[in-house]
C-alpha cells in the first residue's frame, strides 16, 4: 500500500526547476557559450566587446522575440515583425533625417503605425478566423512593398541617414563599453512578460487561449482581446526596435527587418514554446534569444566560414523542438505544473 | 407559482440547413432540477449552450429573472449566475488544476499596477472544492490538468461550476466519466444545491438518475420538445420510451 501524501505536501523545488519549460533552453545557452567559449574563446568571444557583441544581437531580437513567444503561446504567429521594423525606421529617418520634423512626432507616428499593424492582425484573425500564419504573412508583404515605395519615391533610397535624434538619442542610442542600451531595455521588457505570464489574469488568459481556444472562450476569457493585446505588443516592440535601429545606427532602412520574421520564432521556440500555443515561459524565450545571439556571433569568432550559420541554427531548431518535446513529455509524466 | 429564472420561448437554432433547435420553450425554476432529456442528436447540448452563452439562438427569446436577455459572450452568462459544465469538459490540459479551476475569475490580491493573482488562495480553494467531489488523488494544485484522469477533470469542471453557478448550474452529462461513487456524490452536491435555492439543468442518459433527482423533465426529438411533465407524472418506462427518441425502449427489451 502506498503512503498518501498530505494535501499540504508540493514537489520539491529541484523537481519544479526540472519541470519548467525554461530548464531545457537554460541548459543549451550554457552549452553553447562553452561550445563558443572553446572554439572561439582565443578568437575574442569572450573578450567584453565579443560579449557585448551577442548580447547587442540578442537584445534587438529579444525584444520582439518575448511578445512573439508570449502570442505563440496564445496560439497565434505573427510575421509581419520585419516590415513593421523596416517601416518604422524609415518613418523616423524620413520624417526626422529628411523632411527635419521633430522626433517626439516621428517616433510617435512610428509607434503608431505598430499599433494600427497589431490592431489590423487581430481584427482579421478574430474576424475572419484565418490562420494568423497567413493574416501577417500578408500584412508583412503589404507593408514591406509600401515602405520600400514610399522612401523610394519621397527620399530616392531606401536607406536614409538620421543625423540627431535629439532626445532619443539618449534612450535609444547610449553605449557603456560596447554593451547598447537596447540591452537594457529586453531585460526591462523581460521582467514584465515574467510578472505578466506568472502573475496577471492576462497571463493565465494567455495559456488558456493557446492551450485550449473554445475551454478559454466558455470559461468567460475574452479570447479576442487576449490576441488584440498581443498582436499590438508585438508590433509596438517591433516598431521600437525599427525606432531604434534608425537612431542608433544613424540611418533608417526600409528591408533591413525582414531577418526578424523567422528569427523571432526560431528563438521563441529554441526557448521552449510550444508551436501549438499553450506552453512556454518568458525565460526560456530569453534564454532561446540569447542562444541566437551566441551562435551567431560565435561562429564568426571560431574563423570557421560563417556561410554555415543558417545551417547551424536549423539543425539547433532540430534539436531544440526534440528535446523541448521530451521535457514537456516529463513535465506531464510528473504531472507538475508551474502556477 | 414562482417566477422562472429562465425561460426560452420559441428558440431555434440552425446550423446551415440543419435544424438542431426548433421552437424550443423551456423553463427552469429555482430550486429544482430540470432534467433534459432525449437521444443523441437530439439537441440538448445546443439547447444548453444558448442558456450559457456559448451559442447564438437563430431565433427565439430568453428571458433572466423575468427580463429580456442576449448573451454576447459566456462572460455575460457568468456574470448573472450561470455556472456550466459542457459535455467537452474544456479544460485547458497545460496549465494547472489551480489556474483551471479559477479559470476567468481569477482572484486577484494588490492594488493598481501591483494587482497580481492569489496563487495562494486559488491553490487552497481548488483543492478544498476538489476533495468535496471525493476526488482523492488529486493533492497538488499546481499538477496539470493533462495528467488527469478524465473522471478527475470532469469532477474538477463540476466543482468549479458549483463554486461559481450561484443561481443557474447546467450540467451536460456530468455523471458520463464518473464511477459509481463519484457521480453518486456528484447527485448529492446537485441536490444539495437544489436545497440551496439553485436552479439546475441536468442533461442525462441515465434514467436512474434522472428519476432521483428530477422535479420536472424536457424531452427533445430531433430538436423539437417532444414532451413536458413533473416528477411522477409518467412512469419509469414511459420516461424510457421517451428517452429512446420515443420509439419503444422496452417493447424492443422485451422483444429480445
Ligand atoms: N457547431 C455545430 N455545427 C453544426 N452542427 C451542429 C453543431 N453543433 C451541433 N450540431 C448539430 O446539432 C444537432 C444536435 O446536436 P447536440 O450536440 O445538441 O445533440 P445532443 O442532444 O447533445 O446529443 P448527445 O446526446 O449525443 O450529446 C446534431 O445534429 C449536430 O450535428
Ligand atoms: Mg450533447
Known amino acids: 500500500m502506498t503512503i498518501e501524501t498530505s494535501p499540504a505536501a508540493r514537489p520539491s523545488a529541484p523537481g519544479r526547476i526540472f519541470a519548467a519549460s525554461w530548464f531545457g533552453p537554460l541548459l543549451a545557452a550554457i552549452l553553447m557559450y562553452l561550445f563558443f567559449a572553446v572554439t572561439g574563446g582565443g578568437k575574442g568571444f569572450l573578450t567584453v566587446s565579443g560579449t557585448a557583441g551577442w548580447l547587442n544581437t540578442a537584445a534587438e531580437l529579444g525584444i520582439i522575440a518575448i511578445p512573439i513567444g508570449l502570442l505563440m503561446i496564445a496560439g497565434e504567429f505573427d510575421l509581419s515583425t520585419g516590415s513593421v521594423v523596416g517601416a518604422a525606421s524609415i518613418i523616423v529617418a524620413v520624417g526626422t533625417g529628411f523632411y527635419g520634423l521633430p522626433i517626439a512626432l516621428t517616433a510617435s507616428a512610428a509607434v503608431l503605425l505598430g499599433i494600427g499593424v497589431g490592431s489590423f492582425n487581430a481584427f482579421l484573425v478574430n474576424r475572419t478566423r484565418l490562420p494568423s500564419f497567413i493574416v501577417t504573412l500578408a500584412s508583412n508583404f503589404l507593408l514591406a512593398g509600401s515602405a520600400l515605395g514610399l522612401s523610394r519615391l519621397i527620399a530616392g533610397s531606401s536607406n536614409v541617414s538620421l543625423k540627431d535624434a535629439g532626445f532619443l538619442e539618449p534612450v535609444l542610442a547610449t553605449k557603456a563599453y560596447g554593451f547598447n542600451i537596447s540591452i537594457v531595455w529586453w531585460l526591462l521588457e523581460a521582467l514584465l512578460g515574467i510578472w505578466v505570464l506568472q502573475q496577471t489574469r492576462l497571463g493565465n488568459w494567455i495559456f488558456a487561449t493557446g492551450g485550449n481556444l473554445d475551454g478559454a472562450r466558455r470559461a468567460g476569457v475574452p479570447v479576442s482581446r487576449v490576441k488584440l493585446t498581443l498582436f499590438i505588443w508585438t508590433s509596438v516592440s517591433a516598431a521600437f526596435v525599427g525606432t531604434l535601429q534608425a537612431v542608433a545606427y544613424n540611418s533608417g532602412n526600409a528591408v533591413s527587418g525582414q531577418g526578424y520574421v523567422f528569427q523571432t520564432a526560431i528563438a521563441a521556440v529554441i526557448g521552449g514554446v510550444l508551436l501549438t500555443g499553450g506552453f512556454g515561459s518568458v525565460p526560456g524565450i530569453v534564454f532561446g534569444t540569447m542562444i541566437y545571439g551566441i551562435v551567431s556571433l560565435g561562429l564568426f569568432y571560431t574563423g570557421w566560414p560563417t556561410d554555415w550559420l543558417a545551417t547551424f541554427i536549423g539543425g539547433l531548431l532540430v534539436v531544440a523542438v526534440l528535446t523541448n518535446n521530451l521535457l514537456r513529455e516529463a513535465a506531464l509524466r510528473r504531472g507538475r505544473g508551474r502556477s | ?256
Open chain 2, 1 to 256: 407559482m414562482n417566477q422562472p429564472l429562465m425561460r426560452l420561448q420559441g428558440v431555434s437554432c440552425a446550423f446551415g440547413n440543419n435544424l438542431a433547435l426548433d421552437s424550443v420553450s423551456i423553463e427552469v425554476q429555482p430550486g429544482e432540477i430540470t432534467c433534459l432529456l432525449g437521444d443523441n442528436g437530439a439537441g440538448k447540448s445546443t439547447l444548453i449552450k444558448i442558456m450559457s452563452g456559448v451559442q447564438r439562438p437563430t431565433g427565439g427569446t430568453i428571458e433572466f429573472e423575468g427580463r429580456p436577455v442576449r448573451f454576447e459572450s459566456p462572460r455575460d452568462a457568468q456574470l448573472l449566475g450561470i455556472g456550466t459544465v459542457h459535455q467537452d469538459v474544456g479544460l485547458i490540459p497545460l496549465i494547472s488544476v489551480a489556474r483551471n479551476f479559477f479559470l476567468g475569475s481569477e482572484p486577484t490580491i494588490g492594488w493598481g499596477p501591483f494587482r497580481r493573482l492569489d496563487h495562494g488562495a486559488a491553490r487552497r480553494i481548488a483543492l478544498e472544492q476538489i476533495a468535496e467531489m471525493g476526488i482523492r488523488r488529486v493533492h497538488d494544485a499546481d499538477q496539470l490538468v493533462g495528467t488527469m484522469s478524465g473522471g478527475e477533470r470532469q469532477a474538477l469542471a463540476i466543482a468549479r461550476a458549483l463554486y461559481f453557478g450561484a443561481r443557474l448550474l447546467i450540467l451536460d452529462e456530468p455523471t458520463a466519466a464518473l464511477g459509481v461513487k463519484e457521480a453518486a456524490i456528484v447527485i448529492d452536491q446537485i441536490k444539495r444545491a437544489r436545497a440551496k435555492g439553485v436552479a439546475l439543468v441536468f442533461i442525462t442518459h441515465n434514467a436512474t438518475h434522472a428519476m432521483a433527482v428530477g422535479d420536472r423533465f424536457t424531452v427533445l426529438m430531433h430538436g423539437r420538445v417532444a414532451a413536458q411533465f413533473l416528477k411522477g407524472e409518467k412512469t419509469r418506462e414511459q420516461v424510457l420510451d421517451l428517452m429512446a427518441g420515443g420509439e419503444q425502449y422496452t417493447a424492443m427489451e422485451l422483444a429480445d
